[in-house]
């Protein structure tokens, strides 16, 4: 069944979700279903000048749900951002909210919904410990997710990462009822999405995958989510880069990105580690710098993950099946779709290593990498991602 009218249904795993091409249209029965009856749509600042946007508002209105509109997001979003945010859900007297875009306004959507309950600042409920058990679960907006990229799998996610401005660092916040209630999951909305766009997003969906598959931790579910993530984004990523208006794609995509989503609950790693200082400090696309520093990562941790990948490679039908095998498929996939091969093309310069490596060895995600990593090991993992060298390690 791989026809795009075939594709469509309704999940509830993790969450209750709606799938298929034209189902934004249910977008006000979903508000109706879970109380809403004033909603806040987040979404960025150039999606909220898109007819996709526009017309999700007067839809809502001409059913009934008058909804209001917030968008003085970032693409790296940033703690004011849902400060603003929570002011102009109290100010509007909304009841609920519509996460609407990529990663950057889901993530804000959710936490806006989240802050709106709370007393105490957002960096109090970062993901360590039991934070979040601080929180006031009563006071939490109910959230509907519609995602229009296929990468980041927010949509999913009981988390989100926001760049805390006066450390300069990215911090997760956590909390479980973050994760919103009901997905639209329709894939006619990311038809729109340029080349460059669909390969960074997708290439996210597969980090998600690859780095969950990968963790040491015992989670058979998360890793039978992961491998067939990896199959669809194998598939049909090329087919959506290459040809942005079919919609089979774009389905297989989305779902891939939500099953990536779904299984970094096992964890994630050095490759999330490396990433997410270096777009606080340069500001790059997430999932553009998750696909350059992959490689550099796999073959870092050669000797713990050789088996597992070469389990992984006979799944995707890959010849001879070894940890090269997907090796190379990584960097003929990221040669095909345009991904750049080192940190230095992203603009990153060996001046701030040193930082990117304290950073990075304080990021949560660096204790899921399945070989033990602290800052000289990420700085070597650095090193090599800023020359382009895939030698293993020593």
Not at 121 to 135: C, H, S, T, V
Not at 252 to 269: I, P, R, T, Y
Not at 295 to 321: C, H, M, S, T
Request: aromatic share 6%.
């Amino acid at each position: 069944m791989t026809d795009a009218p075939d594709l469509k249904g309704n999940w509830n795993y993790p969450t209750t979700i709606r799938f298929g091409a034209g189902r934004i249209a249910e977008l006000p029965e979903a508000c109706r279903e879970l109380g809403i009856a004033r909603p806040l749509l987040v979404t960025d600042p150039g999606l909220a000048q898109l007819p996709m946007v526009q017309q999700a508002i007067a839809h809502n209105e001409q059913a009934g749900v008058p909804t209001g509109l917030f968008s003085d997001i970032k693409p790296n979003p940033v703690g004011k951002n849902v400060d603003d945010g929570v002011r102009a859900y109290r100010d509007g007297g909304h009841d609920g909210v519509i996460a609407y875009g990529g990663g950057s306004a889901l993530d804000a959507g959710k936490a806006i919904a989240f802050m709106a309950g709370q007393t105490r600042p957002m960096w109090d409920f970062e993901d360590i410990g039991d934070n979040w058990k601080a929180a006031s679960a009563g006071g939490i907006a109910p959230i509907i997710g519609v995602p229009t990229t296929a990468g980041t799998g927010s949509e999913v996610g009981r988390a989100a990462v926001f760049l805390q401005e006066t450390s300069a660092t990215k911090k997760i916040i956590f909390h479980p009822k973050m994760l919103p209630s009901i997905v639209i999951e329709d894939p006619a909305l990311t038809v729109g999405l340029p080349p460059h766009i669909t390969a960074g997003t997708g290439m996210d969906a597969l980090a998600h995958c690859l780095e969950a598959y990968c963790v040491p931790a015992y989670h058979p579910m998360a890793e039978g989510i992961a491998v067939e993530g990896m199959r669809l984004v194998k598939e049909w990523l090329p087919v959506a880069v290459r040809d942005g208006s079919n919609i089979t794609a774009r389905a297989h995509m989305m779902v891939a990105a939500s099953m990536g989503a779904a299984a970094f609950q096992k964890g994630l790693g050095a490759i999330h580690a490396l990433s997410h200082p270096v777009g606080a400090l340069y500001d790059t696309h997430h999932g553009m710098t998750n696909a350059v520093v992959m490689p550099y990562v796999l073959a870092f941790n050669r000797d713990a993950i050789e088996g597992k990948l070469a389990r992984l490679a006979a799944w995707l039908q890959l010849p001879k099946p070894s940890f090269q095998a997907v090796m190379d498929w990584v960097l003929r996939l990221r040669d095909e779709i345009g991904i750049v091969h080192t940190l230095a093309d992203l603009g990153v310069g060996a001046d701030r290593l040193e930082e990117l490596a304290q950073m990075a060895a304080l990021d949560p995600t660096a204790g899921g990498n399945p070989v033990p990593v602290g800052v000289p090991e990420l700085r070597s993992m650095f090193v090599s991602a800023l020359e382009g060298r895939l030698a293993q390690r020593a």
